[in-house]
């Protein structure tokens, strides 16, 4: 991927952040430098880019996020449970579509969803090129899901933007409210910068414009539809 088409009317503007969790109820799983050591042996003998990418989503679910986020009062509502979900987000070749890859915690159906370039914040990311924190997507009334399974509570995103321009993102969100904090978005941040070395050094554009589009997306727009 070669630069980035003209800018259009595709962003939300300024999207605010909800007050952060206090610092005393972080209860973080151990380990960051273990796993992202561990994940780049793992990227290094991936058989392609999505198994490396895989490795790094694995980092963000693993270790990110405060663990006791579902014991705060009103951080699951009934029906909802504790888990979490991550992932990364490439700009298809043809810049109409933010497309899963080495995601963690899906729904298998959904290992190729495809969201509209624009569309909300994975959308606003990607026009602003900048990382982004809901610590509670109900306080954020754009928030949309695109999960097939539930609503997530907390999400982060952190874009992956090479010497060419923005190729993706990285993300990981959970059920429970507050689970994320700026802590773990700097921990994203770092995530999102190696893996767009990884999708640069593994000829990440190749892998994509051979895999797109894939025989089983799960295309968001089509289903909104329904």
Same mark, same amino acid.
């Given at each position: 991927? !070669? ?27 151990? *380990? ?10 793992? *990227? ?78 994975? *959308? ?12 509670? !997507? ?23 933007? !090479? ?64």
């Amino acid at each position: 991927m !070669t630069g980035r088409p003209p800018q259009t009317d595709r962003g939300q503007g300024a999207i605010p952040e909800a007050p952060s969790a206090c610092p005393a109820d972080r209860t973080d799983a151990p *380990g960051f430098l273990a796993a992202l050591a561990q994940a780049l042996e793992d *990227g290094r003998v991936a058989d392609d880019v999505e198994g490396a990418l895989h490795a790094l989503a694995t980092v963000a679910h693993a270790t990110l996020g405060n663990r006791a986020a579902a014991d705060r009062p009103g951080a699951l509502q009934e029906g909802e449970r504790d888990y979490r979900v991550a992932g990364c987000f490439m700009i298809t070749p043809d810049w109409q579509y933010n497309m899963l890859v080495g995601n963690v915690g899906f729904p298998p159906e959904q290992r190729r969803l495809m969201i509209p370039f624009a569309w909300n914040h994975p *959308g606003w990311v990607v026009t602003n090129e900048q990382p982004l924190l809901l610590e509670n !997507t109900d306080d954020h009334g754009t928030f949309r899901q695109f999960l097939k399974s539930s609503r997530m509570g907390s999400s982060i995103y952190a874009p992956m933007i !090479t010497s060419d321009g923005m190729v993706g993102q990285i993300v990981a969100a959970a059920q429970a409210r507050w689970t994320y904090t700026q802590e773990d978005l700097d921990r994203l941040i770092v995530l999102g910068r190696i893996g767009a070395q990884i999708w640069r050094a593994r000829f990440g554009a190749n892998w994509l414009a051979a895999d797109y589009p894939a025989a089983d997306a799960w295309w968001a727009d089509c289903q909104d539809a329904r």
